[in-house]
């Protein structure tokens, strides 16, 4: 069972914001979400990316323009989930999971065209984070008003599954669907309760590390940006040990792909012929 990755959209930043020592200029980094079909649960989605809830909606939020303005998301049409799926075979009431693997906009943006699916998070930390202020869930990146309601009676807790071995010196995942193929693994540091998700099964085995840095080379020691992205870091201490921990497994032979890596990943999906 392997993932596909596509590419919700586009940001372009500064090199030096997501990579220390890099060289000058800016770098245009992915926003990636991925799409596995399970043989027994369908196809499932890893998060959603950025759609237009974020940067077009008209209902938005003062906070959410002002973020969608200095972010610029260009977003890729023909990667957006549907359109994915649709290539696929599938419709959006087919997908009856989504994972969230933490609750940035560029994650959950599309969450209310799944108003179907079950969502496979940690259900602590999605309490935490509708039971705070929105000046306080502003303050990690959060913007409630993309969290469609309902999400709690809608949550299964990937604390509450079985913890397994994971391969290549990781240490044990949550099983998500009970059979070994899909683990998902705390990353902590980026966000709260940020995971990523192992796949034991394929050769190599893959980790889809999710936000642990935004360029691989940052995996390398001294790489890893200084301020801001320091700052942003909801765990400073806890991110350095992740990111020596997925550079470790992808040293042991494991590969890594990343959300917003500008590199293509062999997870890719090829751009539509035209
Ligand atoms: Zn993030």
Redesign the pocket.
């Known amino acids: 069972m392997k993932p596909v990755f596509p590419n919700s959209a586009t940001v372009t930043v500064n090199g030096r914001l997501v990579l220390r020592k890099a060289p000058p200029g800016r770098v245009v980094l992915k926003v990636r979400y991925g799409v596995l079909v399970h043989p027994v649960h369908g196809p499932v989605l890893i998060d959603t990316g950025y759609g237009p809830q974020v940067t077009a909606a008209p209902g938005r939020s003062l906070t959410l323009r002002l973020y969608s303005t200095v972010l610029r998301p260009m977003l890729v049409e023909d990667q957006a989930p549907q359109a994915v799926l649709a290539r696929m075979g599938f419709t959006p009431a087919d997908v009856r999971l989504v994972i969230l693997?933490?609750l940035?906009a560029?994650?959950v943006a599309r969450l209310d065209e799944f108003p179907q699916a079950r969502i496979l998070t940690r259900r602590a930390v999605l309490a935490a984070t509708l039971g705070r202020s929105r000046f306080a869930n502003l303050h990690r990146?959060i913007f409630p008003e993309l969290l469609p309601p309902g999400l709690m009676d809608r949550c299964t807790d990937i604390d509450s599954l079985p913890r397994v071995a994971a391969p290549l010196g990781l240490p044990d995942g949550s099983d998500l669907f009970g059979d070994g193929s899909v683990l998902a693994m705390d990353l902590p540091g980026?966000?709260e309760g940020?995971f990523g998700l192992c796949f034991p099964h394929l050769a190599p085995p893959l980790l889809y590390a999710?936000?642990v840095q935004w360029r691989v080379q940052a995996l390398e020691p001294g790489r890893a940006p200084g301020y801001p992205a320091r700052a942003v870091a909801e765990d400073r201490a806890a991110w350095e040990v992740t990111t020596a921990q997925v550079a470790a497994f992808a040293r042991a032979g494991g590969q890594v792909v990343l959300?917003h890596q500008p590199e293509d990943t062999p997870f890719d999906l090829p751009a539509v012929a035209r």
């Open positions: 693997t933490h940035h560029d994650h990146g980026h966000a940020h999710c936000d959300c």
